[in-house]
């Protein structure tokens, strides 16, 4: 959106097509969920990825003892 007109990026339908315009979720509001940051302070998940793979991998290895 531009001053109030929603611009079209891309191809644009011809006229007199219906379109439908939705606004995007905005990170904003994301904060607001009950869970959003709940482990910010958790000095074990600092790091996200390495503890995804922590996570992933015991998860693995439980599976191979099914």
Avoid: Q
Wanted: net charge negative.
């Amino acid at each position: 959106m531009s001053n109030g007109v929603v611009v079209i990026e891309g191809s644009v339908p011809p006229d007199g097509t219906r379109v439908e315009v939705k606004p995007l979720t905005s990170d904003a509001k994301d904060a607001e969920l009950p869970g959003f940051g709940i482990w910010k302070d958790r000095a074990d998940m600092a790091d996200s990825v390495h503890a995804a793979r922590e996570l992933r991998g015991c998860s693995e290895r439980r599976n191979d003892h099914a």
